[in-house]
C-alpha cells in the first residue's frame, strides 16, 4: 500500500526555535500579552461582542463598528468581512484589510456533527433568500457558510436560527470550532458506535464557555464511530475514532495535533483508549492544555501541532494524564484500515432497513433555493433529516426502498447528483477570491469549470477509484490540498513570461482509506504550475498518464503512481 517514507509528515511542522524570548505560555510565560491580538482578546471576551451588535450595531450600520470589534471579536460569533468585489489576488498581500474588506459579511452557519432537520435547512434557505442573495455553500467542515450578510440583519437571523436550535456560538476565531461528526451516526448499519451523545457533551458543557473562548488560534475536533474515518480525524487539533478494545469493549482512539495551513503535519495517536463517557473530560483535558501550553506570541507558530511537535506524544499524554484528568488512560489498540470511501456518496441500507443517500452539489456551491427546494424534496419522500459532511456533500436519511430512485432523480434535478462522476464525487474548493480577503486566486467557479469539462474528457475512461482534486485559493489549505492526489495551491505564477492567477501543484496525498495504509502529505515538484484557467488541461493530461503507466497488477493508486513518477510524468 502507499508509503510516505519520502515525505515525511511529522517532520513538516517543528516547534519554534529555542529563544531568549517567551513563547507566550500561559503556564510558562504567564498571562501578560505579547502581541496586539492577544492585548483585544483580554481586554473584551469576544463573546461579549454579540451584546453591541444586536443594541449598537446592527442600529447604528457598518460605520458604526469599533475596529478592533469587527477585525477581531465579531470571528466569535460567525462573521468574517467579505472581499471588495473588484480587487484582483495580486493585491492581496499588498492592501490592509481595510482596504480588501466590503461591507458585508460572511456568515457561517455552525453545524456540529452536521446534524439537520428540513425544519432548520428551510429556515437556513430562507436567511439565505431574504438577507444572503441566495447564496450558500456546504463547507468541509459540515457548516453552511453565507454571504452578502449586513450586520443589520444580525439580530432577526440569530432569533430565526436559535428559535430551531442552531447558531453561529464560536463558528470562528480562537475557539473551539465546530465539532466534526460521522454523517451516519446513529444510522449506519456499520458503525461501531452512536458518536451524537459524545458530540452533544462537549457542544452543551464547553461551546460558549469563557473560559475556553480565548485560546491561541483556532482549535478544531472531530468524533466518529464509524469504521471507514468519515471525519478526516488526521488534520484535526483533536480527534476521536471510535475502535474496539479487546477487553475493554467499544471506545475511542485519541488523536491530536494535526493541522494544514502552510505548514502541514498530521495528527497523532497518543495511543490512549477513551471510554464514551470520558470523551467529554478527554477533550476539555486537550483543550485546556491548548489554552495553558499552546505558542501565542506568534500566531504563525499558535496551532495545536506545534506544541505537539516540541513534546512529542509520550509527554502530551503525560500532562493531559497527570494535570488535566487526574487519572491514566488505559492503552489503546490502533485502528484497521478503512474497508470503503468516507464520504458516503451513493445508496446505503441503514440498519433499520431504511437507506441514506449521499450526493454532492460541485464544489459545495448550492443556494438558498437549492436548499429551500431540498428541504421539501426529503419530507415528500418520507424524511426530515439530513446531514452535512466534511466533504462538501450532503447525507439523505430514512428513505423507505421504495422512494430512492425518485429521491435520487429529484436530487439530480436539483443539481445534487447520488450517482457523480468520479472527479466530481473528489472535487472540493474553497471559498477563494470571490468573497475570501485572504485569497489570491478564483476556486470555486474555476474548480466547477474543470469538473464539467473533465467529465466529458474522461467519460470513456475506466478510473479505478475518485480523484480527489482540491482546488484553494491562497496557501492556507482551507480545502485541504496536501491531502488530495491532486491539489492546487493559489498563488501568481508566470507562464510563458507572464504573471498570472495560478496555482502551486500538489500531487499524491491523501488520509487514511481502503487505497492507503496511512495519511501522507502530497509531493510538490519544483516549476510546476498551472494557469486558473488551465485545470481541465493538466488534469486530463496527468490522468491520462497515470492510466497509461499504473502498475495494474498491484491495483496501483494515483496517489502511489505519483510518488513514484518521475517528475517530467507529472508536468
Not at 458518536?195 to 472531530?222: C, H, M, V, Y
Not at 441500507?349 to 421539501?376: C, E, H, N
Not at 434535478?413 to 478564483?442: M, W, Y
Request: hydrophobic letters at 35%.
Amino acid at each position: 500500500m502507499v508509503t510516505t517514507s519520502h515525505t515525511p509528515p511529522r517532520a513538516a511542522t517543528r516547534p519554534p526555535r529555542p529563544s531568549t524570548k517567551p513563547n507566550g505560555q500561559w503556564k510558562i510565560d504567564g498571562t501578560t500579552p505579547l502581541n496586539g491580538n492577544e492585548e483585544w482578546k483580554q481586554v473584551d471576551d469576544g463573546l461579549a461582542v454579540r451584546e453591541r451588535i444586536e443594541n449598537i450595531y446592527a442600529a447604528g450600520g457598518f460605520s458604526s463598528i469599533d475596529p478592533t470589534d469587527l477585525h477581531g471579536r465579531f470571528r466569535v460569533w460567525g462573521l468574517y468581512t467579505q472581499r471588495k468585489p473588484g480587487i484582483d489576488g495580486g493585491r492581496t498581500a499588498t492592501l490592509s484589510p481595510e482596504e480588501l474588506e466590503d461591507e458585508y459579511f460572511m456568515l457561517r452557519v455552525r453545524i456540529d456533527g452536521g446534524q439537520l432537520t428540513t425544519e432548520q435547512l428551510r429556515v437556513i434557505a430562507g436567511i439565505s433568500q431574504e438577507f444572503g442573495r441566495d447564496t450558500a455553500d456546504l463547507t468541509d467542515r459540515q457548516n453552511v457558510q453565507l454571504h452578502w450578510v449586513e450586520v443589520e440583519s444580525m439580530p432577526e437571523i440569530w432569533r430565526r436560527l436559535e428559535a430551531v436550535g442552531l447558531g453561529t456560538t464560536e463558528a470562528c476565531g480562537d475557539v473551539p470550532r465546530v465539532v466534526l461528526g460521522s454523517p451516519v451516526a446513529g444510522i449506519s448499519a456499520e458503525e461501531l458506535i452512536d458518536p451524537t451523545p459524545q458530540i452533544d457533551e462537549i457542544t452543551s458543557r464547553f461551546i460558549g464557555d469563557p473560559t475556553l473562548s480565548n485560546l491561541p488560534r483556532k482549535f478544531k475536533s472531530a468524533i466518529t464511530g464509524h469504521p471507514n474515518h468519515d471525519v478526516v480525524h488526521e488534520i484535526n487539533d483533536v480527534a476521536f475514532v471510535a475502535v474496539e478494545h479487546p477487553e475493554l469493549g467499544i471506545g475511542y482512539d485519541l488523536w491530536v495535533g494535526g493541522g494544514l495551513s502552510t505548514t502541514p503535519r498530521l495528527g497523532e495517536r497518543l495511543g490512549v483508549f477513551v471510554a464514551p463517557e470520558r470523551v467529554a473530560e478527554a477533550w476539555h483535558g486537550v483543550a485546556q492544555i491548548f489554552r495553558d501550553y499552546g505558542y501565542r506570541r506568534l500566531r504563525n507558530k499558535a496551532r495545536l501541532k506545534f506544541l505537539l511537535a516540541e513534546w512529542g506524544t509520550e509527554k502530551f499524554r503525560q500532562v493531559l494524564q497527570d494535570e488535566y484528568l487526574g487519572y491514566a488512560l488505559p492503552d489503546g489498540p490502533t485502528l484497521p484500515k478503512p474497508a470503503a470511501p468516507g464520504d458516503h456518496v451513493g445508496i446505503h441500507r441503514q440498519k433499520d432497513g431504511r437507506f441514506y443517500v449521499g450526493a454532492t452539489p460541485i464544489v459545495g456551491r448550492v443556494s438558498g433555493t437549492t436548499l429551500a427546494r431540498l428541504a421539501d424534496l426529503i419530507e415528500e419522500h418520507g424524511s426530515t433529516r439530513l446531514r452535512t459532511t466534511p466533504h462538501q456533500k450532503v447525507v439523505i436519511l430514512d428513505i423507505p426502498e421504495d422512494r430512492v430512485e425518485s429521491l435520487v432523480a429529484g436530487l439530480d434535478d436539483l443539481g445534487l447528483q447520488a450517482r457523480p462522476s468520479l472527479i466530481r464525487r473528489g472535487t472540493i474548493a474553497c471559498t477563494g477570491i470571490e468573497f475570501c480577503k485572504l485569497a489570491i486566486v478564483e476556486t470555486k467557479v474555476n474548480a466547477t469549470a474543470a469538473v464539467l469539462e473533465l467529465e466529458e474528457r474522461l467519460a470513456g475512461f475506466d478510473l479505478p477509484h475518485p480523484i480527489s482534486l482540491h482546488v484553494n485559493g491562497c496557501p492556507n489549505s482551507c480545502a485541504r490540498i496536501q491531502t488530495a492526489d491532486i491539489g492546487l495551491k493559489g498563488q501568481l505564477v508566470t507562464i510563458d513570461g507572464e504573471q498570472v492567477p495560478g496555482y502551486q501543484v500538489h500531487l499524491g496525498g491523501g488520509l487514511a482509506s481502503q487505497d492507503r495504509d496511512e495519511a501522507g502529505l502530497g509531493r510538490t515538484v519544483r516549476g510546476l504550475k498551472v494557469a486558473a484557467d488551465g485545470i481541465a488541461d493538466y488534469v486530463d493530461r496527468v490522468v491520462h498518464r497515470f492510466l497509461d503507466d499504473r502498475d495494474a497488477g498491484i491495483d496501483e493508486t494515483f496517489a502511489q503512481w505519483a510518488h513514484r513518477a518521475d517528475e517530467e510524468a507529472l508536468q
